[in-house]
């Protein structure tokens, strides 16, 4: 059966969102895909997916989009039952706190029993092609990790 996949982005000025929409090209083949923004996605749908992906800018100082704040609640309320996760995002190394978004995402997911299956990737503002192979090798470990 095809597997579904939810890809779920907090993005500001666009970055983001454009990695989403990438994954989103580079899966559509072999899995469907909803892309959601964050602030309207509903952790406790995570549970019916096969794989989950969030993609998140870090915002003020190191910490987590406001729009992410919700959605980051709740996830320390739910069980994922092993749900298959991958973390990603575009940050800034201008800021003293590197993607640390990505690092929250990645600890939480973990510790709400989900099952990692990639590294999480931290990308320097716009990606460039190095990143964007680190994005597709990450896309290619969520679909492996479904067969
Ligand atoms: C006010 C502000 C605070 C930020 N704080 C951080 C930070 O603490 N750490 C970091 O890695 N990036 C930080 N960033 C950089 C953004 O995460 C980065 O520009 C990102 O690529 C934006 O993604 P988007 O285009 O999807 O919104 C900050 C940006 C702004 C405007």
Do not use: C
Not at 18 to 24: E, V
Not at 88 to 107: C, I, N, W
Not at 115 to 121: F, L, R
Not at 123 to 142: C, K, S, T, Y
């Amino acid at each position: 059966m095809t597997p579904n996949i939810q890809i779920i982005f907090a993005s500001m000025s666009g970055r983001n969102q454009a990695i989403a929409g990438h994954l989103q090209a580079q899966l559509a083949s072999r899995a469907q895909t909803v892309v959601t923004e964050i602030s309207q996605a509903d952790a406790f749908d995570l549970t019916q997916a096969d794989a989950v992906i969030v993609v998140s800018y870090t915002y003020h100082d190191g910490d987590l989009p406001d729009e992410a704040q919700d959605f980051f609640a709740d996830l320390k309320e739910l069980d994922l039952e092993r749900t298959k996760f991958a973390v990603l995002g575009s940050s800034s190394k201008k800021h003293l706190h590197f993607g640390r978004a990505v690092d929250y995402f990645t600890m939480q997911l973990n510790s709400s029993n989900g099952e990692q299956v990639a590294d999480s990737v931290k990308i320097d503002q716009d990606p460039d092609e190095a990143d964007w192979a680190r994005v597709d090798q990450l896309a290619q470990r969520v679909l492996k990790s479904l067969e």
